[in-house]
């Protein structure tokens, strides 16, 4: 290592308007690019298992690209490592949460779900718990947590790509959030499930494949030596050795540590639980192949992780924690602004092609993660809620539970697949229609809760209801509804009422305060909440569970048999 790399103060990066201009080029290939995948894999069919589940076909390799692309969203790519370029350790230890996440639906969910279930979270509960009150709880709710997601990712696009684009005006942002809402209406409304998974497996694959040319580049730049990458982290971070310790972002106080167990409980647990994870185990053609899939996300997801900590520090080192802030103050323009400094720095073609490549990518990973989510929020709404309740027509009480037809096990009434996949494809253009407005009207705001109140809310009234219906066989429908809304409803109670909503000057209403729960996120306190509510539901049911149902349901889960 040589001594002016060692003593050197980074280079300052300060954005001119070539890389912006190559970048805006680029952005219109990815756009291109992928509505030339949804049109011609959109053409191959319109049956509800192509909508829903892309005809279950296909490979567990590309099931696990496209999970870990459902998975991997700007905020993964861009916000991990700006909080590791910002805060050094306590960005890695958030990092964590994400990656262990994918442990939980490993070893809990992903084969059970594939069995039991056919396209959402609620045909899983409804094998069992055959009420429509059941199946309306767990649409709504996953009606909700996409719903809040779909917006996070919405905004920061918006922000995001106004920022990449050299911009930061409230007409460049507002037209973003259009842009992208448009998109990914399309998306959802002419290539379904299919087309989805395509674009996130391309999605998946530019994504790692960016991270590996950035990491290589900067391994190459440190000559392999890893120790001096963190020295000169540390150096460049303006804290010293604090930025190689736990603290610099959270565990300052008992109220500060306790929000990031708070957090890190959502994160681990919410993955298990979010709709448009779930839904992509019906995608392939059997529950080992589920099992499979998942693996193969959790390599990628992790190497991505361990790349993502390897270009945090880099960030820090190269350009330094000051200017990193300085050009956005979460952060999120760590990653660009590294790839603008390996290519060459500002001027240079390298650094500008480098630096449009990445956002880039960036502006693919949006476009591919609200497509998930919408098409999410959609099936539910459509299978779930229109023909699963509204549409539901009350069936004839059965001596058997095994006689009713299969078209009846998922409490469906009286309606065609086409009939719901129309629904379903106008649900997506209300659904986007209503994401796109609320995104404008928020976009001023501080909006980086609704990330984490997804994976709370996901955590705190999917994840018990999902488990005891898998798992206790005493669960009843009254215990799966009480459930639902015992964590949903605390989840969003507490936020309201949390220093993210009044209080202090991030607030979303900074003039105000009528904040009384200390915490930002409410995990620590629904998740345990969701899971009481259904135990105690369960107990003072006034109908006993019945054990042919959850028979026929672990038969079903643990062997394959019937199944889809």
């Known amino acids: 290592m040589t001594t002016s790399m060692t003593t050197a103060t980074p ?105 039991a279930g056919r396209y959402t979270l609620a045909d899983v509960l409804a094998l069992r718990l055959r009420r429509r009150s059941v199946r309306a709880a767990a649409g709504g709710a996953s009606v909700v947590v996409t719903l809040l997601y779909l917006v ?22 507002t037209w973003s959030i259009i842009a992208v809402g448009g998109l990914m209406i399309v998306y959802v409304t002419v290539g379904g499930m299919r087309a989805t998974t395509w674009i996130q497996i391309v999605k998946a694959f530019l994504l790692v494949v960016g991270s590996v040319v950035l990491t290589v580049l900067l391994m190459v730049r440190f000559h392999g030596d890893l120790g001096e990458l963190v020295r000169q982290a540390a150096q460049h971070s303006g804290a010293g050795q604090r930025y190689l310790e736990p603290g610099l972002k959270y565990g300052t106080t008992l109220t500060s540590r306790l929000d990031f167990f708070s957090l890190g409980l959502a994160l681990v647990l919410g993955t298990a639980g979010l709709p448009h994870i779930l839904s992509r185990f019906y995608t392939v053609p059997t529950a080992r192949a589920a099992r499979r899939s998942t693996v193969w996300a959790i390599g990628l997801v992790g190497g991505f992780y361990l790349m993502a900590i390897a270009l945090g520090l880099g960030a820090t080192a190269l350009i330094g924690s000051a200017e990193v802030r300085h050009a956005n103050s979460a952060g999120n323009t760590a990653v660009p602004l590294l790839a603008l400094v390996l290519g060459g720095g500002n001027g240079s073609t390298g650094g ?126 009254r215990g799966a509804i009480w459930s639902v809304y015992g964590g949903l409803i605390p989840a969003i109670v507490l936020v309201t009422f949390s220093p993210v909503v009044s209080g202090t000057k991030e607030a979303l209403f900074p003039g105000v305060d009528f904040h009384w729960f200390p915490l930002e996120n409410p995990g620590i306190i629904s998740i345990p909440l969701g899971f009481l509510a259904g135990w105690i539901g369960t107990l003072i049911s006034p109908e006993p569970a019945d054990a042919d149902r959850f028979a026929e349901l672990e038969v079903r889960a643990l062997t394959g048999a019937g199944a889809v």
């Open 11 to 115: 280079p300052p990066v300060a954005p001119t308007g070539d890389h912006h201009d190559l970048a805006i080029v680029l952005f219109a290939v990815v756009v291109l690019v992928t509505l030339g995948i949804t049109v011609l894999v959109g053409r191959r069919g319109s049956a509800a298992e192509d909508f829903y589940a892309g005809g279950r076909d296909f490979t567990p390799l590309q099931n696990g690209f496209a999970l870990s692309g459902d998975y991997l969203s700007a905020a993964s790519f861009l916000g991990v490592a700006g909080l590791i370029a910002l805060y050094g350790y306590d960005g890695v230890l958030y990092s964590i949460g994400f990656l262990v996440a994918w442990l939980v639906v490993l070893m809990l969910v992903a084969e059970l779900v594939r069995n």
């Open 352 to 477: 500008v092609v480098l630096f449009a490549l990445i956002s880039a990518i960036a502006f693919a990973t949006i476009l591919a993660v609200v497509a998930g989510l919408t098409l999410a929020s959609s099936a539910a709404f459509a299978h779930d809620i229109w023909a699963g309740v509204w549409r539901g027509r009350p069936r004839r009480r059965r001596r058997r539970a095994d006689a009713a037809p299969a078209s009846r096990l998922s409490g469906e009434g009286d309606v065609s697949e086409q009939q719901e996949v129309v629904v379903a494809r106008i649900a997506a253009v209300g659904i986007g229609a209503a994401a796109i407005v609320i995104s404008l009207y928020a976009q001023h705001l501080n909006v980086a809760f609704l990330v984490g109140l997804a994976f709370a809310v996901a955590a705190s009234a999917n994840l018990p209801v999902l488990l005891y219906s898998l798992f206790w066989r005493r669960f009843t429908a």
């Open 152 to 173: 996070a990712q919405m905004v920061g696009a918006g922000s995001l790509i106004a920022l990449l684009l050299g911009t930061n005006s409230v007409q460049a942002r």
